[in-house]
């Protein structure tokens, strides 16, 4: 099974920062995603990865970016951190289209 | 998208009880997975299921994929089967998985 790690299981900011959640997968894998999940809502996408450089909008990308330099490694940016982007965050890679998702242990972030 | 739609929202077991978790698309899907969500909230892979039946252990999964739905089974369940139950699948057109709402299994001693 592919590993994905994320950077930081907890994370706490201040309102106004600029964050960076790190997720890196041990597997060549071609695509990344990045979901957030709330209580009562589930989890939605953010960002969806499909190779180096490429990056396809989510269902919820506003306040966030991504960045895609090297195929093991999806970062994604708070450009400006909000108290309601507070969630937990979680990363996953997949070899291709139709093949198995594996999920890092997730980033708990709290915007103060 | 698709919607996915799991029943039932919470379920409650004495331990040593089986259960069924069912899972229904409101599109033909791909890449169906059965996600057991741990207590530090990592996602645990359970099943890949496209279509037909599997089984590990005391869980197996079984999607029909023309009917558009899937379900899981726990039998004898334990206490550490507790926990958020997650289908999720991606329909043609999609590239990302898309989740339903969860199923939360709790089991007594």
């Known amino acids: 099974d592919v590993k994905v790690t994320q950077s930081s299981r907890y994370l706490v900011k201040r309102t106004g920062e600029k964050v960076f959640l790190e997720c890196v997968q041990d597997?060549?894998?071609?695509?990344m995603f990045w979901y957030r999940q709330d209580p009562g809502l589930g989890l939605r996408l953010i960002y969806f990865?499909?190779?180096?450089?490429?990056?396809e909008k989510g269902d919820i990308p506003e306040g966030y970016s991504v960045s895609r330099e090297k195929k093991e490694r999806f970062s994604l940016i708070l450009e400006s951190a909000s108290t309601n982007q507070t969630s937990m965050y979680l990363c996953?890679?997949?070899?291709?289209?139709?093949?198995?998702?594996?999920f890092g242990q997730g980033t708990r972030l709290t915007v103060v | 998208g698709i919607q996915v739609e799991q029943s039932p929202p919470d379920l409650i077991l004495q331990e040593g009880a089986n259960s069924t978790l069912r899972c229904n698309f409101s599109?033909?899907?791909?890449?169906l997975q059965w996600f057991h969500q741990n207590p530090w909230g990592q996602l645990i892979n359970l099943f890949y299921?496209?279509?037909g039946t599997k089984q590990n252990g005391r869980l197996s999964a079984t999607t029909v994929a023309t009917e558009r739905y899937s379900l899981l089974y726990i039998s004898s369940s334990q206490t550490t089967d507790s926990g958020v139950y997650f289908c999720?699948?991606?329909?043609?057109?999609?590239?990302?998985?898309?989740f339903g709402k969860g199923t939360t299994l709790s089991v007594s001693s």
């Open positions: 996953a890679a997949r070899r291709m289209m139709n093949t198995e998702a594996f």
């Open positions: 597997m060549d894998h071609e695509n």
């Open positions: 990865s499909y190779d180096v450089k490429m990056k």
């Open positions: 599109d033909s899907v791909n890449n």
């Open positions: 299921i496209p279509s």
């Open positions: 999720a699948g991606r329909n043609q057109a999609g590239t990302a998985l898309i």
